[in-house]
């Protein structure tokens, strides 16, 4: 059973930043590749970033690339979102993958999922 610590989130003004924190953990737990996805209301859940095992690469959506960075300390993932947008509201979700290495915006990657965390983006 995977545990999770999640912060950050909130309300924000179109151009502010916010940091979105997430930290998985259990007994004999490693999580390998870790990722960040979203569902905006009434949409489908879509992948905005992930960074691989070592943390040495990296994939981001289109819509995140040039304004959010994705990192990793061990089992914490961090998204850093700079230049908020009013259509970056959503639940953010991390997850965790114990098939993959690699950076992998496939949701079907991922088996442990974080509660989420809503981000609100005012304009």
């Known amino acids: 059973q995977v545990q999770w610590v999640e912060s950050g989130g909130g309300l924000v003004q179109a151009g502010g930043s916010l940091r979105l924190s997430c930290t998985a953990s259990g007994r004999s737990f490693t999580p390998l590749a870790m990722g960040w996805f979203r569902r905006a209301p009434g949409k489908e859940i879509e992948p905005i970033a992930a960074i691989s095992w070592h943390g040495s690469n990296t994939y981001y959506a289109e819509s995140a690339k040039g304004r959010f960075t994705i990192s990793r300390d061990k089992n914490t993932v961090v998204l850093q979102m700079n230049s908020a947008k009013p259509e970056d509201t959503a639940i953010y979700y991390c997850?965790?993958?114990?098939?993959?290495?690699?950076?992998?915006?496939?949701?079907?990657?991922?088996?442990?999922w974080g509660q989420g965390i809503q981000v609100t983006v005012a304009s």
């Open positions: 997850a965790t993958s114990q098939r993959t290495i690699n950076a992998s915006g496939n949701s079907r990657n991922y088996e442990h």
